[in-house]
């Protein structure tokens, strides 16, 4: 009976040219990871063999210094098999860099590589002023110099970006990639802020084990 039933559903997904998903894909839709650390090339095509479709990889630090890795894990994910893939940026202003020179010295380290956008990662408010009103003329002036290099989308939640930027509305222009950790591919736990009220990305789940690599899962 076993048998039968089981022979049944491979012959109905033929018919119906259906696909079974990978296990970790639980919802329709596009999955992928954000990564901070060096990822080799066989642990890329370890995720791509697992339905990750995207990856984005950190380019620049909280330290206020670029990230070293990033070259080589932006390399890796192309030749592993990923079509998609972007950077995000970490930046801080307590530091002595403006927000030009940190974009600037951020797009410089990746010369060589081959990347889609920018994304901005507004988060940690002990990274960020004590002044709404600073913090989001610095943003203004991340995004702005950001641009001038690639398409850029902004990557925060609603707690963090409301600790850093309050009510401010200036990053709504761009695309969003939000953070809900409720291990829920889906865009239906979604609540607008900041000006968006449509996400494009959102990250579901963080600190996860998949290929032997620490990743954060994300979904669009």
């Given at each position: 009976?076993?048998m039968?039933?089981?022979?049944?559903?491979?012959?109905?997904?033929?018919?119906?040219?259906?696909?079974?998903?990978?296990v970790n894909r639980?919802?329709?839709?596009?999955?992928?990871?954000?990564?901070?650390?060096?990822?080799s090339?066989s642990?890329f095509?370890?995720?791509?063999?697992?339905g990750?479709?995207?990856?984005i990889?950190r380019?620049?630090r909280?330290t206020?210094s670029s990230?070293?890795?990033?070259?080589?894990?932006?390399?890796?994910?192309?030749?592993?098999?990923?079509?998609?893939?972007?950077v995000?940026?970490?930046?801080?202003?307590?530091?002595s860099k403006s927000?030009?020179e940190?974009?600037?010295?951020m797009?410089?380290?990746?010369?060589?590589?081959?990347y889609?956008?920018?994304?901005?990662?507004?988060?940690?408010?002990?990274?960020?002023?004590g002044?709404?009103?600073?913090?989001?003329?610095?943003f203004?002036?991340?995004?702005?110099a950001?641009k001038k290099?690639?398409?850029?989308?902004?990557y925060?939640?609603?707690?963090q970006?409301?600790?850093?930027?309050?009510?401010?509305t200036?990053?709504s222009?761009?695309p969003?990639?939000?953070a809900?950790?409720d291990d829920?591919?889906?865009f239906?736990?979604?609540e607008?802020?900041?000006g968006?009220?449509?996400?494009?990305?959102?990250q579901y789940?963080g600190d996860?084990?998949v290929?032997?690599?620490d990743?954060d899962?994300d979904?669009?």
């Amino acid at each position: 009976m076993k048998m039968m039933f089981s022979a049944l559903v491979v012959i109905c997904s033929l018919f119906l040219g259906i696909q079974s998903l990978p296990v970790n894909r639980t919802a329709a839709g596009t999955y992928g990871v954000d990564v901070s650390s060096l990822i080799s090339e066989s642990t890329f095509s370890c995720l791509k063999s697992n339905g990750f479709e995207f990856a984005i990889i950190r380019a620049y630090r909280s330290t206020c210094s670029s990230d070293p890795n990033a070259p080589a894990t932006i390399r890796n994910a192309r030749a592993g098999g990923i079509k998609y893939v972007d950077v995000y940026m970490f930046p801080s202003p307590r530091c002595s860099k403006s927000a030009a020179e940190q974009v600037e010295e951020m797009v410089n380290s990746l010369a060589e590589s081959n990347y889609g956008q920018i994304w901005l990662d507004i988060e940690g408010s002990q990274y960020w002023l004590g002044s709404e009103s600073a913090n989001r003329q610095f943003f203004d002036e991340l995004l702005s110099a950001a641009k001038k290099y690639k398409k850029v989308g902004v990557y925060a939640s609603q707690y963090q970006w409301s600790s850093i930027m309050g009510s401010y509305t200036g990053g709504s222009s761009q695309p969003l990639w939000y953070a809900h950790y409720d291990d829920n591919p889906s865009f239906s736990d979604f609540e607008p802020f900041g000006g968006w009220s449509t996400p494009t990305i959102k990250q579901y789940a963080g600190d996860k084990t998949v290929c032997g690599a620490d990743v954060d899962k994300d979904w669009y």
